[in-house]
């Protein structure tokens, strides 16, 4: 269905949008700023056309670059972790959280759930604890909604 989206409504305009392009860089100075943009945006014209023709494709990065962006912001957080082991801690630390994320649960009810349980939970147990394998109880799942 997104194909035929596409293939309706987002592909005249690329059209008409590769084709203003190609008009416009046929008047400038090959070695202008916009020219060069122009030339930069027709090297990557067969990525933009694959849009239209594969519903699964998406059109930009962004979600990709928001699920880095954690770590681009924890990295300058690490230099004050105070020591290796320190930065190592915060890392699995993250790493718990954006699992959770990912698994669909809210990073501080699956968190309050594993310290509540933790203490008494027997180590050749632990993954039990992993957040791919824990459902949150009805009462996390009602403060992680609030």
Known sequence: MARAVRQERAKPLVD????????QYGTLS??????KAIQYALGLWPALVRYCGDGRIEIDNNAAERALRAGAIGRKNYLFAG???GGERAAAIYTLIGSAKLNGLDPAGYS????????DHPVQRIAELLP?????PAGDRERAAA
């Not at 008409?16 to 008009?23: I, K, P, V």
């Not at 090959?30 to 020219?35: H, Q």
């Not at 791919?132 to 949150?136: C, Q």
Request: aromatic share 10%; glycine share 4%; net charge positive.
């Open 83 to 85: 020591s290796d082991t």
């Open 30 to 35: 090959r070695k202008s700023a916009a020219a």
């Open 112 to 119: 309050r759930f594993v310290l509540e349980r933790i203490a």
């Open 16 to 23: 008409a949008l590769g084709q203003w392009l190609r008009e």
């Open 132 to 136: 791919w394998n824990v459902a949150l």
